[in-house]
């Protein structure tokens, strides 16, 4: 990847990131690496390809290594003694390779960092850096102008948007026989706002009548909103991790390793964003087909619609001949709703 | 008191006026801004990070680093054992007792575990590309100080190397990696933020 050469003033915009250091969990971090190695094996990426830079603590080290640099009066002074490294154009190269291009920010290096070392965190910092120094990856720095422009990164329109839900609201209630069967938009006082991810309507539709069809059948108050989107949109991240397990566990066999030692599936960090690293993210891969074939599944759940496309490239890439589902899909194919169901349909009072 | 009483008295102050200006920067800054609703318990949280969070079979860097790690454990209960008898050193003259053989074979075995560990860096080539001089002659200093610790209480004329080298080891701390002592406990507490204990860590994680 060209950058443009690093100067004085774009190393201070970097730096600008400790100088206004925002609490003591960063600081904490920044200083408390033993350089043990043993967060190695717990990296996909150093799985995939045990090569040392691959090791997380060697990532959360090149944020580190700049901090007592410039942070440290050790590190000033003694810089090889301290392991202490300029924020040049090397470092910066470095940064951007494995900081944006080799973690998927899946945390799981923190959970088995022997002291729980939050390395996630720390990659973020450096991010935060090169992002201010305006290093990010062309291809991801476009999807943040246009989240920022029209908050959502697929530039979808207020317009496309409402014409998407309409139709897909006429297929719900043709589908369901059943009136009362809405897709409700900008409801003031609905006791859940459902947030999508924008390729929901862009690519994948059908996704919402899956949900508005499981929202129906509780007899729900919701709506979506114009305008607001969900960048994350992942049910174990939302906070609900035992009851999203339990509905999926009800319906299928989970992998192994599972629950928060599962292996992430490397498109997590924006990695799909960044095309410049097409490649190693499909190579980083390389353990989910294994995972998924040992459970001999042939319907790969993923919690939502933003985590479909990197299990699709994987089942293309790996001939997995599987199918891959978001959970609302599975729950809403699975429903069999009574008459009594669609009767009885609340449009609850509601409760903000 | 003799000369190097002074000494390592001496040595006592510049690690403790070193620390103390690393605490107070540390808490400056104060506490993460959390937004989401509280959960947890920041007692829990430590007591797990002192206890089941050690369990050999809890942890995949544990159970994959069997041997390194049970020799990173000894090798710290060496390092919290050398503190009492430093202290115990410096604030009376030496006289011989029962403990003393016992407590000696213990510092040899941490010791050992300390050079264990030290060699591994040498020789494991992930390690190697981890690890900057610091991390060397802090192992040097904190294996020799238990080494020495172990001599000093069978042969008491080795007193003057025992207490240089230990103010050697004091003042070295504040500078550098050896200080990670200091930051262990506000990461403890930071283990609030990822609430319900283990599962925390990779609620952070996906973000698509
Ligand atoms: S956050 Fe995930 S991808 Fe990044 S270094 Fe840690 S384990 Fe590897
Ligand atoms: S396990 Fe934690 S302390 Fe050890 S090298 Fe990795 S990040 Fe550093």
């Not at chain 2, 209480?153 to 002592?181: D, N």
């Amino acid at each position: 990847m060209k950058m443009e050469p690093i100067t004085d003033d774009i190393r201070n915009k970097g730096l600008e990131v400790f100088r206004n250091i925002r609490d003591s969990k960063l600081l904490s971090h920044l200083n408390s690496c033993r350089h043990c190695g043993f967060c190695a094996e717990s990296s996909i990426y150093y799985q995939v390809n045990p090569d040392a830079k691959f090791v997380p603590a060697r990532k959360a080290d090149l944020v580190s290594s700049v901090y007592r640099r410039y942070c440290t009066i050790t590190g000033k002074y003694l810089p090889g003694l301290f392991g202490a490294r300029e924020l040049n154009q090397d470092t910066v190269e470095e940064m951007v390779d494995l900081l944006f291009g080799a973690c998927t920010m899946c945390g799981r290096c923190t959970l088995h960092c022997s002291v729980g070392m939050d390395i996630s965190d720390l990659v973020r910092t450096g991010r935060n850096m090169l992002s201010r120094m305006g290093y990010m990856p062309g291809t991801l720095q476009k999807t943040a102008d246009a989240a920022l422009g029209s908050c959502n990164n697929l530039d979808i329109s207020t317009e496309e948007f409402t014409d998407t839900l309409k139709w897909l609201e006429e297929d719900l209630k043709y589908d369901l026989n059943d009136d009362q069967a809405v897709i409700p938009l900008n409801e003031y006082g609905r006791r859940i706002l459902y947030t999508l991810n924008p390729r929901e309507p862009k690519f994948f539709p059908l996704s919402i009548s899956a949900m508005a069809k499981v929202f129906h059948a509780a007899g729900e108050s919701w709506t979506l909103s114009t305008g607001m989107y969900d960048v994350t949109n992942y049910a174990y991240y939302s906070g609900n991790l035992d009851e999203a397990r339990v509905i999926a566990q009800r319906l299928f066999d989970e992998k192994n390793p599972t629950g928060t030692d599962n292996l992430c599936c490397g498109g997590g960090g924006r990695q799909l964003a960044m095309s410049e690293y097409n490649e190693r993210r499909i190579s980083i891969a390389a353990m989910k087909p294994h995972q998924i074939r040992d459970t001999g599944a042939e319907i790969v759940v993923t919690p939502c619609r933003n985590c479909i496309d990197q299990p699709a490239q994987i089942n293309l890439t790996y001939k997995l001949g599987a199918q891959i589902k978001t959970l609302s899909e599975i729950v809403a194919d699975s429903l069999v709703l009574k008459e009594k169901d669609t009767d009885t349909h609340k449009a609850s009072s509601p409760e903000l | 008191m003799v000369w190097y009483h002074w000494i390592a008295l001496l040595a006592v102050m510049v690690c403790l006026t070193g620390c103390i200006i690393h605490l107070v920067k540390l808490v400056r800054p104060g506490k993460p801004r959390d937004y989401s609703r509280p959960a947890g318990r920041v007692g829990t949280a430590i007591l797990y990070s002192l206890s089941g969070a050690m369990n050999t079979t809890k942890k995949e860097s544990a159970f994959l680093h069997l041997p390194t790690y049970k020799a990173g454990i000894i090798y710290h209960l060496g390092i919290f054992s050398a503190v009492p008898l430093f202290l115990i050193l410096l604030s009376r003259s030496f006289h011989s007792a029962w403990w003393q053989w016992p407590l000696a074979s213990l510092f040899a075995v941490t010791g050992l575990c300390g050079f264990g560990v030290w060699a591994k860096w040498i020789v494991k080539k992930e390690l190697r590309s981890i690890s900057i001089p610091d991390d060397y002659i802090s192992n040097i200093l904190v294996t020799s100080v238990q080494f020495m610790s172990a001599i000093v209480l069978l042969h008491p004329e080795w007193l003057p190397v025992y207490f240089l080298l230990t103010s050697a080891l004091l003042i070295y701390i504040p500078t550098g990696k050896l200080r990670h002592a200091e930051f262990s406990l506000p990461q403890d507490i930071s283990l609030d933020i990822f609430t319900d204990g283990v599962a925390s860590g990779r609620l952070a994680g996906c973000n698509g």
